[in-house]
């Protein structure tokens, strides 16, 4: 029996799980009968537990135009994702979800021209975005995605990136890392730099996600570019519990981010305090 | 309005508990608390504020959500409910009245949060008149009174004579049932309530914080509070303990947490607070680092935050129990007039 | 002791002028007859708000563990016995003691507003100190009190007029002299109980704990950078009491860690929001050292060495415990 608490998780069986970098996997979660476990919209997160080691909200990679399963690409980073990176195929987990808004890609970024802008594990969003425009592809305009990561092993979902996006006539893909390295022969510096090197229109819808400082910088650099504000669209990370805007701590200022967020159009973010 | 001498309470609480839990202030380890009443046990109505608020009844310390039990990959999840009960509380007085229409549009807000709701239905509120106001209430600057304090029925103890005024679907089934206990007030009774009201009045009118005003806050300007310099001055002596929003009948701060029964875990959730350091820590750093940051938090969501997302309603009945049990006396009246004095003085 | 506040303010006056100290730590005026706040004043234009009367309990020395290393030199004001606990930080090396100017101050015994209400004392605006029975000033008329059945818990078992650490003093020699209980009266009354009746009194106690930590914050030997119970790694990290286990856990820890080094400042009492006698726990411990180990009493000194923390072939060997136990 379900109340529909949404407090109460469900069940959900990693099938696949896929190293990406030295401290990024990624976990393909389905239902046990199944399918993807909740609907969801590109930018919406979820609650991931193991009993008795902790619960944590992570965004899902994967669009919901992919019916059979969603993933999520976790970092390393403390004790319930050191728990999740050791784990084997097979595994059950709790989940509870979707929470948050997504990116509106039904109504104000459709028919623009899209650009990604990404930073390390913040290209795991941003994916469930760039997979739902490219299985809609006729709704929307020119699509480029601005990538970096400190090294190239530090690129997630790099396979994927370098062959399927890359060479596609869908999109253009700009990758840069930021320390040269043998065998890289891409672009070398901090993402902020490299999109000011590149002419892109500040006409675009600009999707931005990474490292706090990567995001301070580059937004910074775009609207040194004459890049539109009102345009311009981030996804923030806090602590959370709940997922539904009452436990009180991902709050900035009067928004919360599980609720309100995590998407955040930029001019939105401007009036609230720096507490993120 | 209906009425029964104050030497009959007795007879009234125990038809009262009869078919429902009762809860009512009595002496407990030293304090006096809403407690369970059973027969003998002697209602203490002579201090205005219980330890705990009624919030307690209805977002409990610590909460049961989920049973898990694990065995290798698998895991059963069960949804752990602690058991329903009806319960009426009686003696609650009007600002923690008006804490639960604060804390019900949080956690009603869609999805609503259904173990609140239970208890919620469950649960009828018999409010007290505050004969006596305390020095350090404030419950007129959000517009209660402590006069006329709401509920699901409303008491007035005066002359030996206790006043009974149903207000709701709930009080008037309550009243209907326990119907043989009263008489009739009429229009002596009401006679008396008014004065008894306005003898109430005239005292809030003598209160220190009669003047408390909140004008500084209202509309717009919540940057500006929130960089006001006065904050470093105000959180210097704050131990960053979690009293003040444990006793805050309007603060709803919790956490997720689970526990290792030996036989499953246990999934249940508890009281946070802001004020605590690890509340928004997170594995890769945390957004309100300094002890400034979380004391200006618990404040800006009472005064700004909530009152921008809830048609400019605050956050705060104004009870005083944070002016009384403030380990270092600092508290919601002191930053009220610091703030809205001069914000760049 | 409002007498003295006049000396007071002339000294941090002094004091900040010659930039002896770049802060002084004391207590600021409240709204109401009873909340002065510990507050740090930096000029001495603020010092008209510095207040000194019955109702300033609150142990001052804790905040030096913090600001004592970013405000410069401090003055403190100090109570007798609250120069134990600075004492204790300084022999731990939590405070330095040359940045810190103390001055003692003379202490008639503190107060406590909640023994007032207790006693159905309501609305209350104003209270007058003068004599040995407390004038109080209310909505509902003038009340009066004894000012012995007002005093703070703590201060019914004073440690004693004399400072143990101070470059100055103020009004030392004029303390009030306190009516003194046994300290450990309260103890022995446990010890004489069964250990079911004992457990029985302390899981009552201890199930009103609501874990605000308020205990923990303000002790001042309570120190650590991050507390075993706010350590996520720890394995007993919690926000509630899960269990009526952990309600018993936090709180024996807690004795358990600040034994030998427990001053007996009794705030951990004070500050309890649910009446908790937390010192009793504190005292068993001091009254076992002191049984197992001789007269120590911490913070007398900065010098000395909690018996706990030194070795002697004369120490007391494990099986003490049964054979007292036997003599009990």
Redesign the interface.
Known sequence: ???????????GVVTEIRRETPDVKTFRVSAPGGGAVFPHMPGQCAMLSI?????AMFSITTSPTTKAYMEFSIKQ??LL?DWLHG??P?????IRGPYGNAFPLETELKGKDLLFIAGGIGLAPLRAVILYVRHYRDNYGKVDLVYGARSKEDLVFYEEVSKDWASSEDMQVHLTIDRAQEGWEGNVGFVPDFVRSLDFSPKCSTLVCGP?IMIKLTLDALWGMGFDRTKTFTTM???M??G???????????KYVCKDGPVFRCDELA?L?D?? | MLKLPVSQMEELFASIASEQSLYLPLE????I?FSRWEEGKQARF???HC??SVKDFFFP??EN??L?K?SG???H?E?NRDPEEAFVVFGVRACDAGSLSILDR??Y?E?A???YQTRRRQGLIITVACN?????CFCHTFGLDAADPGGDVAVWLLEDMLYWDSRTEKGHALTERLRGLFEEAGDQGEETVRKGKADIGK?ID???LRDLSLERFAGDG??EK?DAPQWE?LQ??C?????C???CPTC?????????TGHG??????????M??????????N??PSRL?RFR?RF??KL???P??HEGLYACVGCGRC???C????NI??VI?TLGVDQHA | MQRIIGKMREKAKELLEAGTVDAVLGWKK???AY??????FYSTDELDMLAYDGFCG?NLSK?LVE?GKEKGKVLVFLKPCDTYSLNQLVSEHRVDRENVYVVGVGCDGMLD??KL?DK?I????EIEEAGEDLRIH???GLKTCPRDEALLKKCQSCKGKEHKLFDDRIGAEESRDIANEDRFAEVAELEKMSPEERFAFWR??L??C?????C???CPVCSCHTCIF?N?RSGVD??????EFEENLFHIIRAFHVAGRCSDCG?CS??C????PLHLLNRKMIKDIQSFYGAFQAGDSADQCSPLLSYSPDDIEPDAFDRWKGVM
């Open positions: 029996m379900r109340s529909g608490e949404t407090l109460i998780p469900v069940l009993p008795g080691v902790g619960e980073t403390g994702t784990m084997e097979g595994q059950q987990v709790a706090p990370e806090l602590k519990k709940c539904v805007g009452k436990c009180g701590r991902c709050n900035i200022g009067s009036e305090p507490e993120y | 407990t380890n030293g304090l608390a002579d201090q205005l330890a705990g310390q610590t959500l989920a898990f694990t990959k698998e895991i999840i949804e949080v956690f807000d999805p949060d259904t173990f006596a106001p305390e020095e350090t005292i003598r209160l220190p919540m940057m929130f001055s210097e002596a131990l960053g303990c979690g009293t929003t444990f006793v709803h701060c919790y956490d997720i947490r689970d526990f290792d875990i246990r999934r249940f959730r508890c009281w946070d607070s802001c605590f350091s690890d509340f928004t820590l997170m594995a890769h750093g957004p309100r940051a938090q800006m969501h700004a935050y909530y921008e997302n002016i009384t049990k380990p270092v006396s600092m009246t002191k007039k | 409240g709204d109401f909340d002065p706040t510990p507050a740090f609150s905040y600001y507003v909640q209400r159905g309501a609305g209350i605006e209310t909505l509902y009552a106690a199930s009103s609501i874990r605000c930590n308020a923990r914050e303000a706010d996520a919690a926000k509630a009491n899960a269990s705030e004070r500050v929001p649910q009446a908790i």
